[in-house]
């Protein structure tokens, strides 16, 4: 990224904007008045502190870069994604084929790819396995998931607190993970712990990875003597409510679901979100 104010930015520039606690990559749509979107056109906004500009894009190993000639195209594809995904038949067509490819049918080949997963507790030596795996599918800082491995998730049983769960293959690489621990932690005003940023990789969904990331960290929270565990999820993410209300979390009061909201809108999200609960030990 390079650092510069939105004077500096033209229409097509991809922008790192902060609002208030969340950072996102944002194109910028028009300059005056100065606005930005996502690449799928969801909230377009002109609030917010710009960072900078994104000169490229890294995913794991991979880096592509930005260059500014590519502005007008970007613009233009923006534009055309965010009227094509306005459509509500657009986004069904699209979880369709998404769900086409990664349900049943695509199951034992999938397995077969994958080979076997280990699901356990992860410990201070698959530091380089999580942020392989952050690079390429959550929106966590890595240096917020090495402190927390380093000085609470990754120690012995007598000292961890809260825990990170993750599902590793043969070669010791990530295709799930999760972790369970206080809202504090990240600055937010909810008593209790949390599941946050349970995420399964593609080619391993729908063999039970989630299932048994939270079998794994609900047993933890239970020996650390935490009653019950608590979760957020987006109220239109049907796959990830399924999956929680599977394991036997329900839907929690209305004055709890009123304040993770109101935490999260002063934190700079909007989306709503369902809060669900379990206890720990059953
Ligand atoms: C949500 C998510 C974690 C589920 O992971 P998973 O390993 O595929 O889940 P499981 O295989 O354990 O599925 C458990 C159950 O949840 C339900 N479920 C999971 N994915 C589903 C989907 N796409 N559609 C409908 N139901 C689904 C099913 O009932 C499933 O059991 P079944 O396969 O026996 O029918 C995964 O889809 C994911 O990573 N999504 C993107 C990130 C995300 O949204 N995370 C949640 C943030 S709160």
Redesign the pocket.
Known sequence: MLRCGPGATSRGDVVLVRQARMLTARVVVSTRPWRTATLLGAEERSGGEVLGRVVALRRGRWRVPLPRPFRPALWVAQRTLATAWARPETRLVYRGVR?FF?SGWSKPLRRHLVGPLAVRLLRAEDQDALLLFASERLVVSASFLRRQLRERWGLEDSERRGAAAGALDAKGRLH?FAWVDSYRQEGLPLEGVWVRS???APQ?????????LLACLLMEAHRQGEPSVQ?D??ED????L??FE?VGFRRSSDALTRRTNEAWDAAGRSKRLVVLERDSGR
């Open positions: 769900d990664f799930g349970l995420v399964v391993a969904r729908r063999m039970g990875v989630a299932t048994q979760a999820v987006d993410n049907a796959a990830s399924r999956t599977r």
